[in-house]
């Protein structure tokens, strides 16, 4: 079985306090992804990683920026947190590029910034 | 550009129903469709997936989804409810050429007793 897993449930955080959420998988996935998400917004994406070292924009990566050193970890990094960012946040893995692979997702990881 | 619309935010069924859940897609190149459940406090999980195959997909736990090209739709349906299928729902829709995923806004399904 694929297993994405994230490195906390639950978060408490403080405004201008930096963050980082850890996303790790198992499966030897190309693709990760961080996505965010809000009641009746659905999921948004952050940013997502083909490779090692490579990152590209989602559709709101204001305020965020990530990490992938290796290929089996994604992180996400919020530089000064801000109440606006309080949220689900998932991590999420596939295979190759794609387009009809399986997305796997972690449990995610609900912040609360005060 | 892709995009999903989800109609009803919230859905109830009493047990033992039809589900329909509507999920319409706007894609102007072939779409790949797909719909995951997430249960509470947990993470998304995958249903079922249309890939250009069959346009009936059968998935996990009795559902299924039909990919209407013509309705622009792949509507979810299940033809009796089930207490454990109480859960948030995600129709999906990608491209070839596009690993990105977007997604819909969910439906909330309640079942009732």
């Known amino acids: 079985d694929v297993k994405v897993t994230q490195s906390s449930r639950y978060l408490v955080k403080r405004t201008g306090e930096k963050v980082f959420l850890e996303c790790v998988q198992d499966?030897?996935?190309?693709?990760m992804f961080w996505y965010r998400q809000d009641p009746g917004l659905g999921l948004r994406l952050i940013y997502f990683?083909?490779?090692?070292?490579?990152?590209e924009k989602g559709d709101i990566p204001e305020g965020y920026s990530v990490s992938r050193e290796k290929k089996e970890r994604f992180s996400l990094i919020l530089e000064s947190a801000s109440t606006n960012q309080t949220s689900m946040y998932l991590c999420?893995?596939?295979?190759?590029?794609?387009?009809?692979?399986?997305?796997?997702f972690g449990p995610g990881t609900r912040l609360l910034v005060l | 550009a892709q995009s999903v619309t989800q109609l009803g935010s919230h859905v109830s069924v009493s047990e033992g129903a039809l589900v329909l859940l509507r999920c319409n897609y706007s894609?102007?190149?072939?779409?790949?469709l797909f719909w995951y459940v997430q249960y509470p406090n947990q993470g998304l999980q995958l249903l079922l997936k249309?890939?250009?195959?069959?346009?009936l997909v059968k998935g996990i736990n009795g559902f299924e989804a039909e990919f209407k090209k013509s309705e622009t739709s792949f509507h979810l349906t299940k033809p009796s409810a089930h207490m454990s299928d109480a859960a948030e729902y995600f129709c999906?829709?990608?491209?070839?050429?596009?690993?990105?995923?977007?997604f819909g806004t969910g439906t909330r399904l309640t079942i009732i007793p």
């Open positions: 999420a893995s596939s295979n190759h590029r794609g387009m009809e692979e399986t997305q796997y």
């Open positions: 499966m030897d996935h190309e693709n």
């Open positions: 990683s083909y490779d090692v070292k490579m990152k």
């Open positions: 894609s102007s190149v072939p779409p790949y």
């Open positions: 249309y890939t250009s195959a069959a346009t």
């Open positions: 999906a829709v990608s491209h070839f050429g596009n690993e990105k995923l977007t």
